[in-house]
């Protein structure tokens, strides 16, 4: 509470000293993730790999809590500095390059020991702020949201305001941009990167350059399921403390039975990934039935970037979730098991697109239907697959390559060469 005071009373100041203290375009600030700082993953981490090397950027990674071990190997020039702390204020002053991956106001607040948070503003003035942006959005969120989850997401109202200091906020195809910039509100079109998403490099980059935490989680991946097919299930979070009627699926012992026998039958293994968000005491059961087994742990915990799933996975089943995009980028079949569409749509977060458009596989509604999609999906060959994904394809993807971590750093060059005329 000291703490949380104290900061109040300064706060105004760290404003005006932002403000005035002169931006060095040799200082990028990537950030970990706001809820677990131990995680330097996905978009910012894809970006670092990729400039790791160059000497002429100071690469200032901030974190909160507790030193982690991130795994860098090669990187010059490089700081992993404590979030908040008066050496890392300093800093982050002085860093003309900001990366986000949700936004200034959870990616650089200040969070306290009873759980509470303050976002600690920044100046947009002389910086070049980039929102790297998760993933492609399937769902509604932000000023797309339906009325409920919009109303929640909106009480905080500097989020909303400081879109409109971005330099930049990433997509990954025409299609996507479009649904970006209607979020992101009152960020404007011209503000939205066509570049692809850097974390995308990690799909297809070969092994040996992939970075050593990635390495590392192939290796848990194949260890677990040792010769046996991967099915990934990863379904997303409810919106439960905002819309009555918003449930996590409750799987029965005999839909638990079922589906140990189905991956007997089919020499399979289930590797459980739930949403890093969990906002109920009510959550998905399926983690009470992990045996090791049959069906295994691959958390974030456990696997912190999915590009390992996504390479491992034979198929794929979420909801309304995102992930579904890197195994497309892979060509890897997928099923949404989309229990209570219904709902979702009308009460809760919603959806961007038409499934029946976006979604490259079946969308089923019951689990009576969900094991025979998955056994269609093994038995299908590489062509059959790509002609249920063709169109989800060119929704989603203007470039299909390693290149999508090189060309977000290209445009923030170029922004930076534009602010020195």
């Known amino acids: 509470m000291t703490r949380r005071l104290l900061f109040l009373l300064l706060h105004p100041l760290w404003r005006l ?98 759980g509470s948070f303050d976002i600690l503003a920044l100046s947009a003035r002389g910086r070049v702020i980039v929102n790297l942006w998760h993933g492609i959005p399937l769902k509604r969120l932000l000023y797309a949201a339906n009325e409920a989850a919009f109303r929640h997401t909106d009480r905080i109202a500097y989020r909303t305001r400081e879109r409109r200091g971005y330099a930049g906020l990433i997509a990954s195809s025409d299609i996507d941009s479009y649904a970006m910039a209607a979020m992101f509100y009152p960020l404007n079109y011209r503000q939205v990167w066509v570049t692809g998403l850097p974390r995308n490099d990690f799909l297809t980059l070969d092994e040996d350059c992939l970075p050593r935490y990635v390495r590392d989680s192939l290796h848990v991946v194949r260890t677990l399921r040792g010769d046996r097919r991967l099915i990934v299930y990863a379904p997303t979070y409810r919106q439960t403390a905002i819309s009555p009627g918003a449930r996590y699926y409750q799987f029965s012992d005999a839909e638990i039975t079922q589906l140990r026998a189905f991956l007997r039958e089919n020499r399979a293994v289930l590797g459980y990934r739930p949403h890093y968000f969990r906002n109920s005491s009510e959550y998905f059961n399926l983690g009470q039935h992990v045996d090791g087994e049959w069906i295994i742990d691959v958390s974030q915990e456990r696997v912190p970037e999915f590009s390992a799933l ?8 979420t909801d309304y979730s995102s992930v579904y995009i890197e195994a497309l980028y892979l060509g890897k079949p997928v ?29 089923v509604e019951r689990f009576d239907a969900l094991l025979p999609a998955i056994a269609t999906r093994l038995g299908m060959g590489v062509d059959e697959i790509e002609r249920e994904q063709e169109t989800a394809r060119k929704l989603f993807f203007k470039h299909h390559d390693t290149d999508n971590s090189s060309r977000v750093a290209q445009r923030v060059r170029s922004c930076l060469a534009e602010s020195r005329k």
Not at 310 to 317: H, P, Q
């Open 17 to 114: 000293f932002d403000r005035l203290m002169p931006k060095r375009p040799d200082f990028w600030a990537f950030a970990t993730h706001h809820l677990h700082s131990e995680r330097f993953i996905e978009n910012q981490r894809a970006l670092f790999e990729h400039i790791k090397g160059d000497d002429s950027v100071r690469k200032l990674v901030f974190h909160r809590g507790r030193e982690t071990d991130f795994e860098v190997e090669g990187a010059v020039n490089y700081d992993v500095v404590r979030h908040g702390s008066l050496r890392g204020l300093l800093l982050l002053a002085r860093c003309k390059v900001v990366f986000l991956t949700h936004s200034i106001s959870m990616d650089f607040s200040l969070r306290w020991p009873d």
């Open 310 to 317: 996504a390479r491992e996975c034979d198929v794929l089943v």
């Open 335 to 363: 099923v949404c098991f989309g229990y209570d569409i219904e709902h979702y749509m009308a009460h809760e977060d919603g959806l961007l697109y038409d499934l029946r458009l976006a979604f490259p596989g079946p969308v």
